[in-house]
């Protein structure tokens, strides 16, 4: 079964849903997961948002240069 997320009622919930195909004028044809919500409103596929990783990427520097962070001692 498929995720889906209603906006109206912000509630994630799992059902078959319908494969849908819709045009998009950038892309030309698309296919979409859509299903109906007990509220009656009728959702797009739920997908987790991407984690961002907090952690600052080291640069290609040796740590030989004189205002370098990653100086070695």
């Known amino acids: 079964m498929k995720q889906f997320q209603c906006f109206k009622c912000n509630k994630i919930f799992s059902t078959e849903g319908d494969k849908v195909e ?10 979409k997961w859509q299903a109906k919500h007990a509220c009656g409103i009728i959702c797009d596929e739920y ?15 040796s740590g030989n240069c004189q205002k370098c962070p990653y100086k070695k001692l």
Not at 22 to 31: F, L, M, S, T, V
Not at 47 to 61: F, N, T, V
């Open 22 to 31: 819709k045009n998009n004028p950038i892309y030309g044809k698309i296919w």
């Open 47 to 61: 997908y987790k948002p991407e984690i961002k990783s907090k952690k600052k990427k080291r640069s290609s520097c």
